[in-house]
């Protein structure tokens, strides 16, 4: 492929730099003007292969399908806001029933915000005022959101908190990740202590458990670092919450809706939420966040919640439109998440039994991490190779994001075809070589 680095693309990033507010763009000149399926091109004509679904909102194609983009099209030419949450509106109540039934027996209420950090603010909200309860429980590692509440919960890079406090009443416990034991141990002979260590000490010793409102976890921990608990893990998780009164609050943004093979990536794990929280795919590519809850947890009071843009009609044309089509394709969904999944990871692994750099490959369905390491004894971490390698990819034409310390996150859309994803994994491998062999 070979990308060409033109004035054109020099000038935006230029000019780009000058208006707008710094967020987390880093130096990869990754300009996109157009793309479908799993291929995205920018503004000078360079194709990529896309291994990010463009941080997994594209979870079906790049700019969508066929059936979202109709849909959004003949929203737009009938209605695009209805200011949903001060009057009402068919499109946005047929969409929340629809979904309803992709969720356990008994989910019944539904929100509707813009993004992933709305949809953890509305579930914090509702939390308390479920439980008449204050504090929140979050993870470290855990990525919920920038806004206050949500990142009050989140605890995933210094960076991101650094300046913004003082935070809301939140206690952080260790999560499960076994490749780097926050208490020191090996599983599976630690019996997940980090679980026990729940009850053992915050619970014990910091904040009474008769004062938590929610306990929040990420199925598979995303900007973290692609960490996925023990199974176990998850299920102590869960009765802690139940024998305590605490509501259990799964973020699905970027876990859920199919990524992980399933629609909820909680179900995974052999357990239920009391609340769930939806963005990134569930939107088509347009804007939307969701809330679901639990019917027996009650209702709001009217205007202790609410918001100008949820329910959007355009969004909500575009998320029902790839409802109906996941609907629809489930069986093919499924089997396309297992193939492509098992593709990616036994690549990696086999790269990984000779190239050191590989210390841990993790992941469930098309939702994989790959983390590299300086030294596998030491497991020090390798931030600056990683880098290199997403830089030497975008060269040869292949879009990736990193998460956590020095980790790379594989994900592609689910149905990227069989060949862009062997020759994305040609380039991958071949970029970890060339990283490697200079090390």
């Excluded at 990754?30 to 194709?47: C, E, K, L, W």
């Excluded at 799964?250 to 876990?255: G, H, I, L, P, W």
């Excluded at 862009?420 to 970029?431: I, N, Q, R, V």
């Amino acid at each position: 492929m070979g990308f060409k680095l033109t004035e054109r693309i020099k000038d935006i990033m230029a000019r780009d730099q000058k208006v707008m507010i710094t967020t987390t763009k880093g130096d990869v000149p990754f300009v996109p003007h157009h793309g479908d399926g799993s291929s995205v091109y920018d503004v000078s004509g360079n194709r990529f292969i896309d291994f990010s679904s463009f941080i997994s909102v594209y979870n079906f194609g790049v700019n969508a399908n066929a059936s979202v983009r109709k849909a959004v099209n003949g929203q737009v030419s009938r209605l695009m806001h209805s200011a949903f949450t001060d009057f009402y509106a068919e499109e946005p109540v047929a969409f929340a029933e629809d979904l309803i039934s992709m969720f356990p027996k008994g989910f019944g209420r539904v929100f509707f915000s813009n993004s992933g950090t709305e949809a953890n603010e509305a579930a914090i909200k509702f939390a308390r005022k479920f439980t008449s309860r204050q504090y929140l429980m979050g993870f470290y590692n855990a990525f919920h959101g920038r806004t206050y509440g949500s990142l009050s919960l989140t605890s995933s890079k210094a960076v991101q908190r650094e300046g913004f406090g003082p935070f809301n009443s939140v206690v952080h416990v260790p999560y499960a990740y076994c490749y780097r034991c926050p208490l020191s141990m090996e599983y599976p002979s630690c019996g997940v202590a980090c679980a026990d260590y729940i009850n053992d000490y915050p619970l014990s010793k910091e904040v009474s458990p008769k004062e938590v409102a929610a306990l929040f976890i990420e199925p598979v921990q995303g900007e973290g670092g692609y960490i996925v608990p023990p199974k176990e893990f998850v299920k102590k998780v869960r009765k802690i919450a139940s024998d305590n009164g605490i509501l259990l609050v799964s973020d699905e943004v970027q876990a859920g809706y199919m990524r992980t093979g399933k629609f909820l990536a909680l179900d995974n794990f052999g357990v239920e939420a009391d609340i769930y929280s939806m963005a990134k795919a569930v939107g088509g590519g347009l804007p939307m966040g969701v809330t679901i809850t639990r019917r027996s947890l009650g209702d709001m009071p009217p205007g202790a919640h609410a918001n100008t843009f949820g329910g959007n009609l355009v969004s909500v044309a575009a998320g029902h439109a790839l409802l109906r089509y996941v609907k629809a394709n489930m069986g093919s969904i499924e089997e396309q998440v297992r193939t492509k999944g098992r593709i990616i990871t036994s690549r990696l692994n086999e790269l990984k039994e000779s190239c050191e750099l590989i210390g841990d490959v993790r992941g469930i369905g098309l939702m994989i991490g790959v983390e590299f390491v300086k030294d596998r004894r030491t497991k020090e971490p390798a931030g600056k190779e990683r880098d290199m390698i997403i830089e030497t990819c975008f060269k040869n034409g292949l879009v990736l994001l990193p998460a956590g310390t020095s980790t790379l996150r594989i994900i592609p859309p689910i149905t990227i075809s069989l060949k862009d994803l062997s020759e994305g994994m040609d380039t991958l491998e071949a970029a970890i070589k060339s990283v490697a062999s200079k090390m």
